[in-house]
């Protein structure tokens, strides 16, 4: 470890975001805790309206007008420097936006809309690097086609000049990938980066995005619902439900022994190439409930196939085992007591 | 045999799109959205059609369905041991055969009138193809959405009411009401979560087990497409570059791009990597593909003759196995 460094450099405790829908109060996310460590890569895992955007939003302050954070903290440990509670601040606060997009950036899922159609790509990879550091445009824009180039564009300096609707959908990516990381951010936070891409670009993406994290030792908080991905590039694991994190581990931890009825199940409902086909695959019955359901117990019992009585009656506590694996669920709390 | 009998047969299926004449061209454009495609399906099998954005799948599928016609090819149709031209048929025998190829969508969102009930939903096709009086045709529907696990009393909601995964199977249970012998389904799960995707994929096979039907099975996902089918075509800018049976394919593929796109899907199990096979570049458009053969310009085992000529598909001897790579054009497995 780095002398006193901390060895996280972004701890969220407890994070709880709701948002105000016509009168109705909708949790998105509910007392989340977890903690990304230095250099590492944490994958945030769930299905959609489990809370996974929301909390990587939160975390830079990105929420829409009617969500605010209602309670929690979200520790931000810079390399050099005092830690700094980013919830604290407001989100539109002058301290935010120093962090934003230098010190923690973010790619979004659709590179299709993200990017503006009447700027030049140089200019919005410019725009973000001048924001943050004195430098000419001519020195800006050197330093913009050297990432180009290592991000595998072609002819970069020709690129530079052109129009998003000139890229196709992999090298929008490139370019968004390009913005968040061309001040060297110290956490990138990317929401579904490939999702909307094939499969083959969807590949060099992620050895993009693997080759970019050992070259800066970048931290990664990538968020997806794709198990396959997670197995591929992550050193820990989160996996969430209806706004809570109810299983947090190591890769190993996670796929080798997982705890919760819910990530076993996650696991096990995908098909995997090369499986016996005779088959059937796993389900998880019913579906995910309305994100405003008000609940008594566990979110999962009503699905899940291991619930007992007690489940629906009171909200599980965190258990935890060896190497900071814990587990949101009342079937271990009972093994620990006896 | 009565298993291995051919239930559609598709010979060099073309569908050319004309680009519309801009004022500088100087000449006009055409799309091969499908180019010269030909594959058979059998009797109670599913047929897997995989490939990227772009390959010409869910074209293939509409012309199978003739929701849109193909430019140029046959399409055979086995209805009672013969074998019908359906490009080919008069007005009613046309009318007819709508009823025995249905088509699931990818989007349960979109594929629904929102001011519809799902009664009325259902009760139109049934309407128009005479399933019967009005009981009749209630029966049938409850029955259908029996079948998809669903309660008969569903029918009186509107889709509204429905989540994706409830929506889907009612899709797939209006394909059903027809009693049709194929279902092509168009990326059925790819707008659905895991956890339903998995009860749908179920479902499906647990119908075509019960009723025999054969399936059309569209989607970018191979593992999914692995999974659900007995033999998959891997389709790359509008033509067949590999079939194969689904363990065959994975086990000993043999198109580069067969390969790249095994080797791109991220395995979900701890400690196995993938392996270290990038694809360079994007899909070329349709438009103006590559010379050669198409996908010449992203291989790694590219030669000369690639750039020129364009392979053939080439069955390996005594299987069903088929490659177009010129990679092969020696190898005395091939016939």
């Known amino acids: 470890m780095e002398n006193t460094l901390n060895e996280n450099v972004l701890e969220v405790k407890d994070l709880q975001t709701r948002f105000r829908v016509q009168k109705r109060v909708v949790n998105a996310v509910s007392g989340v805790t977890f903690e990304l460590k230095r250099g590492k890569v944490l994958g945030i895992v769930g299905e959609s309206g489990c809370g996974k955007s929301v909390t990587a939003h939160s975390v830079l302050q990105l929420l829409p007008k009617v969500g605010h954070i209602e309670n929690g903290s979200v520790m931000y440990y810079p390399k050099d420097g005092e830690p700094i509670d980013l919830s604290k601040y407001g989100p539109k606060s002058k301290e935010i936006r120093k962090i934003r997009g230098k010190d923690i950036s973010m790619i979004f899922q659709d590179p299709m809309t993200t990017l503006n159609p009447v700027y030049t ?27 180009l180039k290592k991000l595998g564009i072609p002819n970069p300096e020709i690129r530079f000049n052109e129009y998003p609707h000139q890229f196709s959908g992999g090298m929008k990516q490139r370019v968004m990938i390009a913005i968040a990381m061309i001040c060297n951010p110290e956490i990138l936070i990317a929401d579904e980066p490939t999702t909307a891409l094939d499969v083959t670009i969807q590949a060099q993406i992620l050895g993009l995005m693997r080759s970019l994290q050992e070259e800066h030792g970048t931290s990664i908080i990538l968020i997806t619902h794709n198990m396959g991905i997670v197995a591929q590039m992550c050193d820990d694991v989160a996996v969430m439900y209806m706004g809570r994190v109810v299983e947090f581990g190591t890769l190993k931890q996670i796929f080798t022994e997982p705890k919760h009825p819910y990530t076993t199940a996650l696991l096990r409902s995908v098909p995997v190439l090369g499986m016996d086909s005779d088959e059937d695959l796993e389900t998880i019955e019913g579906s995910t409930p309305d994100a405003s359901t008000v609940f008594k117990g566990c979110e999962f019992a009503e699905r899940c196939k291991e619930a007992r009585p007690e489940c629906f009656k009171r909200f599980p506590k965190d258990t935890f085992f060896e190497d900071g694996h814990r587990v949101r669920c009342i079937l271990y709390e009972e093994n620990e007591n006896g | 045999m009565a298993e ?94 709508r009823k025995k190829i249905q088509i699931v969508f990818q989007d349960p969102y979109s594929s629904f009138n929102p001011v519809h009930t799902i009664y009325e939903a259902f009760d139109e096709p049934l309407r128009i193809h005479h399933m019967g009086n009005k009981e009749e045709r209630m029966e049938i529907i409850a029955d259908s959405l029996r079948k998809v696990n669903l309660q008969p009393e569903y029918m009186k909601r509107y889709p509204h009411e429905f989540s994706g995964g409830q929506r889907q199977r009612i899709c797939i249970a209006k394909a059903l009401a027809l009693k049709p012998d194929l279902i092509v389904c168009d990326e059925p799960v790819s707008a659905l979560d895991v956890s339903i995707q998995a009860q749908i994929l179920n479902l499906m ?52 791009y067969t390969q790249a796109l095994l080797s791109a899907v991220p395995i979900p199990k701890y400690g196995e990597k993938m392996a270290q096979m990038v694809l360079p570049g994007d899909v070329p458009s349709p438009i103006n593909p590559p010379s050669g053969c198409h996908f010449h310009p992203r291989c790694e085992h590219c030669m000369e003759i690639c750039k020129c000529e364009e392979p053939a598909l080439r069955t390996i001897k005594g299987t069903t196995h088929q490659v177009a790579c010129h990679l092969f054009d020696d190898d005395e497995r091939f016939e």
Do not use: W
């Open chain 2, 4 to 97: 291995t009998e051919k239930l559609l047969v598709a010979e060099h299926i073309v569908k050319r799109y004309d680009m519309k004449k801009k004022l500088f061209d100087k000449e006009q454009k055409t799309l091969k959205a499908v180019d010269d495609v030909s594959f058979y399906i059998n009797k109670g099998e599913t047929f897997g059609v995989v490939g990227e954005s772009g390959c010409g799948k869910t074209t293939l599928g509409k012309c199978v369905v003739r929701l849109h016609e193909p430019t140029s090819g046959k399409l055979y149709y086995n209805v009672d041991g013969e074998m019908k031209d359906l490009l080919n048929l008069d007005k009613k025998e046309s009318f007819e055969m």
């Open chain 2, 205 to 256: 096979r647990k119908l075509q087990r019960e009723l025999g039907v054969s399936y059309l099975f569209i989607a970018h996902d191979l593992s999914v497409v692995q999974y659900m089918s007995n033999r998959i075509a891997v389709m790359y800018l509008g033509k067949i570059v590999e079939t194969a049976d689904a363990k065959e394919l994975h086990n000993m593929c043999l198109h580069p």
């Open chain 1, 121 to 147: 790509i140089g200019d919005q990879i410019v725009e973000n690097l001048r924001k943050h550091e004195k430098l000419t445009k001519t020195e800006a824009k050197v330093r913009v086609i050297e990432l």
